[in-house]
Nanobody, 122 residues
């Protein structure tokens, strides 16, 4: 059974930074793509970023490109999301996802974590 556990969320002022982590278990982590999604109150869940199993491909939503960086450490079964220059509109619950067939920003993943809250105060 796949388990994805996010951490690193919290309250930060606009312009600040946070790094989210997601620890995976139950699958051969290095064989799967990993990604991050977010859901703000009253809105649908949206794609944020994703990275291929071999780190060769990364994809970002237009709204975070240049501010967020996704990375992964296959030896630690962990994926990260470094978030810089945070804005109030980045406030959301952030979810980690694992899956196959990463093809672009339309990717949705197959397994999801429980989410971690990120709140950016203006």
């Amino acid at each position: 059974q796949v388990q994805l556990v996010e951490s690193g969320g919290g309250l930060v002022q606009a312009g600040g930074s946070l790094r989210l982590s997601c620890a995976a278990s139950g699958r051969t982590f290095s064989s799967y793509a990993m990604g991050w999604f977010r859901q703000a109150p009253g809105k649908e869940r949206e794609f944020v970023a994703a990275i291929s199993w071999n780190l060769r491909r990364t994809y970002y939503a237009h709204s975070v490109k240049g501010r967020f960086t996704i990375s992964r450490d296959n030896a630690k079964n962990t994926v990260y999301l470094q978030m810089n220059t945070l804005k109030s509109e980045d406030t959301a619950v952030y979810y980690c996802a694992l899956g196959s067939n990463l093809y672009g920003t339309g990717w949705r993943g197959d397994y999801w974590g429980q989410g971690t809250q990120v709140t950016v105060s203006s």
